[in-house]
Nanobody, 125 residues
Framework: QVQLVESGGGSVQAGGSLRLSCAAS????????MAWFRQAPGKEREGVAT????????YYADSVKGRFTISRDNAKNTVYLQMDSLKPDDSAMYSC??????????????????WGQGTKVIVSS
């Protein structure tokens, strides 16, 4: 089993920045990918970014490419999402996910096995 705990959400004005953290515990050696997803009220869950834990391969949704950066610190079993140039449309509940089977870089939520509770991000105009 893997447990995921997110932190770092909050309120920020448009154009500002936030850094989200996701700390993993439990059977962390089994994790081969971690990702961030978000869901705004009334909208479907959207994959934001993913990273393979054994190399630096990353993949981003077009909506955040060039503004968000995903990174990981394997020693701390933590993944980060640096969010810059935030827009009101980025407001959502952001959740961290971990995958243990599929090895590709995918933002399909069905490819992830464990989920955190989420941290809320509000971007005001």
């Amino acid at each position: 089993q893997v447990q995921l705990v997110e932190s770092g959400g909050g309120s920020v004005q448009a154009g500002g920045s936030l850094r989200l953290s996701c700390a993993a515990s439990g059977s962390t050696d089994s994790i081969n990918r971690m990702a961030w997803f978000r869901q705004a009220p009334g909208k479907e869950r959207e994959g934001v970014a993913t990273i393979r834990t054994r190399d630096i391969s990353t993949y981003y949704a077009d909506s955040v490419k060039g503004r968000f950066t995903i990174s990981r610190d394997n020693a701390k079993n933590t993944v980060y999402l640096q969010m810059d140039s935030l827009k009101p449309d980025d407001s959502a509940m952001y959740s961290c996910a971990a995958g243990i089977l599929y090895v590709g870089l995918s933002l399909d939520p069905g490819r992830y096995n464990y989920w955190g509770q989420g941290t809320k991000v509000i971007v005001s105009s």
